[in-house]
Structures are given as structure tokens and as C-alpha cells.
């Protein structure tokens, strides 16, 4: 963590809105973290997933020239943990959270989804709500609002949360709420499951990169 040398002043407004912050996952429940790893298929997961115990990260790369995660499949490179089990609408909500850090260079990648159920996927589309790292700054997609503005080299704490009901996701940015958007649904989904990682999107860097630390599942109470 950088030193900062800043006044007694604005270090009191500071602490006071931090704990004026309301903790998302306040009655919440926590569930079990369980994951598969998605990688190229042509390479083992040591080669594109790593996680250290010591300091609780997990860091996930993926190359501009690697393969799909499947062979025959046609998207793009990606190492993504794909979180278990999936979540339906008889869960009125559902939370993801975890501090993440985007190093200088990714661009134009995928780093969280919220993806419909995998049986649905080809009749209502593949996500829900997708967060890009796309000209530099953290999107809702390539072209929704910005999220971060300036997220390289920063440990960021995010909280997702998806409201079934509503149809929306709520994104909060250090216990802040900053915005609720559309989930993307066509009203038909029912199923959905979290990932998060690299998942290369058009133009994407050589190296795309992200780190995750302290990852949570939440479901309702």
C-alpha cells in the first residue's frame, strides 16, 4: 500500500465516510466458494491460473493468441474461475464479492460476468450484466457507464449484487454504491452463474491480466 502524507483535516472527512458506508453484504449469507477453471484448452491450468494461499489471490492471464477453453469452441481466449453452483430466480438475490486489481497494459477484456445458465444461454444470450476494462476504465460492457475511471494498479473492493426479481445488478465500489443497471434479460432467464477473470473481447491487449483476492459468494438470507 503507497504512503500518503495528506492533512488531519481531510484524513477526519475521509474516515467519516468510509464509515458512513453501509456493508452490501449485510444479511447476506455466506456460501460455499467453489469454482472451476476455464483456460485455453491446450494448456494446463498452472500455465494460466495461479493462487497464492499465503496472501489469498488468485491471478488469471490469458494471451491475444491463445486458444478457446474448449476445443471447436469460437470465442475468445479466456481464463475465467466459473463459480458453482448456479443461482435461479427462486434466489431473489445474489451477491458477488472480491478486491480486484487490474494491472496497466489489459484492455479491452472482460474481468466479471454474470452469465445466464448455460442451457439458456443460446435462446436469452450469454450474460446478464458484464464489467469490461475498455479504453482504460472500468464499463458496464464496452459502452455503458463507467464504473472506475481510473482502475490500473489499485486493489479495488466490488460487490455485484443480482436482484432476480428486478432484473437488475446493483454495482457498489467500496462499500458505494455507484449504479444499478438492467441485467440484459429478455425476461425468459432463469439461471445464472458467476465468473470472474480474463475474458478477451475485441482488440484485446497481447496480455490480459487481473488479480482477485478475498472472493465471496453471497446468497439471500
Not at 444461454?121 to 479504453?135: E, K, P, R, V
Request: with cysteine.
Amino acid at each position: 500500500m503507497k504512503s500518503l502524507t495528506i492533512g488531519a483535516s481531510v484524513l477526519a472527512v475521509g474516515m467519516a465516510v468510509a464509515s458512513a458506508a453501509a456493508d452490501p453484504t449485510t444479511g447476506f449469507t455466506l456460501q460455499p466458494l467453489q469454482f472451476n477453471v476455464q483456460r485455453p484448452y491446450n494448456v494446463p491450468v498452472s500455465q494460466r491460473y495461479n493462487f497464492d494461499a499465503r496472501t489469498n489471490v488468485h491471478h488469471c492471464w490469458v494471451y491475444n493468441t491463445d486458444q478457446p477453453f474448449s476445443e471447436g469452441n469460437t470465442t475468445d481466449p479466456r481464463t475465467e474461475m466459473r463459480f458453482n453452483p448456479d443461482y435461479t430466480t427462486a434466489t431473489a438475490y445474489a451477491q458477488f464479492e472480491a478486491d480486484i486489481m487490474v494491472p496497466a497494459g489489459t484492455n479491452d477484456v472482460s474481468i466479471f460476468q454474470i452469465h445466464v445458465g448455460d442451457s439458456e444461454s443460446d435462446a436469452d444470450g450469454s450474460t446478464s450484466f458484464m464489467m469490461f476494462m475498455y479504453g482504460g476504465q472500468l464499463r458496464e460492457y464496452s459502452g455503458g457507464p463507467v464504473i472506475v475511471s481510473k482502475p490500473y494498479g489499485k486493489w479495488i473492493h466490488f460487490n455485484f449484487i443480482h436482484n432476480t426479481a428486478a432484473k437488475t445488478v446493483a454495482v457498489y465500489v467500496n462499500n458505494n454504491l455507484v449504479n444499478t443497471f438492467g441485467d440484459n434479460a429478455t425476461g425468459q432467464e432463469n439461471d445464472w452463474y458467476f465468473k470472474a477473470g480474463v475474458y478477451g473481447q475485441s482488440g484485446q491487449s497481447a496480455l490480459c491480466q487481473a488479480y482477485y483476492r478475498n472472493v465471496h459468494i453471497w446468497g439471500e438470507p
